[in-house]
């Protein structure tokens, strides 16, 4: 099965300045969505990019995503201590399967 | 956005009681989904609840071990039988307003447990 492998696996930024997490993954997909997990909580939905799609904006997030290469990055702007958290990439499956497949995320640290 | 509700937070078990999670979701969720985390690792899929009927359960898990049930389309159940120190992990009840994956799965602040 396939599943999405995040780098870095941990991160430690100013604030203020840009975070990149890059996912990679192993076989085709319908769309690519990326989560954020406070303190080992419940996830929360940040974007979702289709395949069809290149490049996603919301608010401070931008999201990349290359098929040929089977890569995403999400790219944080501006970041704040707030911004503290673990970022997971998961993926679906192209022939139709219901369920997404998380990636072993980055543990990013903002410090003020 | 889907509002989900899980308890407990978190307990503290003894090796072999076991301990069953509830998770309610609102009218907008139709699928809804149980994972597990282990420490520092990422979510794996336990199994789908379904409503009224044998939840579907992903490999590597049996029903004897984590037996959930969905009454009805709004509440589940998820149980960690004869628990050991190896069941420690964080236990999420997530849901979709729909079947398909483009639709973003919402979750449950999750259930830490830590068996002794």
């Known amino acids: 099965s396939q599943q999405g492998e995040e780098d870095p696996q941990a991160l430690s930024i100013q604030e203020g300045e840009n975070a990149t997490m890059n996912c990679s993954y192993k076989t085709s997909i319908n769309n690519l969505q990326w989560y954020r997990q406070n303190s080992g909580r419940g996830l929360v939905h940040l974007i979702l990019i289709r395949s069809n799609e290149r490049e996603k904006h919301s608010g401070r997030l931008r999201v990349t995503l290359d098929t040929s290469k089977k890569s995403s990055s999400l790219l944080i702007t501006a970041s704040r201590a707030a911004d503290t958290a673990s970022y997971f990439c998961a993926t679906d499956g192209w022939a139709g399967s219901y369920q997404l497949t998380f990636g072993k995320g980055t543990k990013l640290s903002v410090i003020p | 956005s889907a509002v989900i509700s899980q308890k407990p937070s978190r307990d503290i078990c003894q090796r072999g009681t076991s301990l069953t999670i509830q998770c309610q979701v609102d009218?907008?969720?139709?699928?809804m989904f149980w994972y597990r985390q282990q420490p520092g690792q990422s979510l794996t899929l336990i199994a789908t609840?379904?409503?009224?009927?044998?939840?579907?359960?992903e490999s590597g898990f049996v029903i004897d071990k984590f037996p959930i049930s969905r009454p009805n389309l709004t509440f589940s159940t998820l149980t960690v039988s004869n628990m050991s120190p190896e069941d420690s992990s964080i236990y999420l009840c997530?849901?979709?307003?729909?079947?398909?994956?483009?639709?973003?799965?919402?979750f449950g602040s999750g259930t830490q447990l830590s068996v002794l």
């Open positions: 997530s849901g979709r307003r729909g079947g398909a994956t483009n639709e973003k799965l919402f």
């Open positions: 009218s907008q969720v139709t699928m």
């Open positions: 609840a379904n409503q009224g009927s044998e939840a579907t359960y």
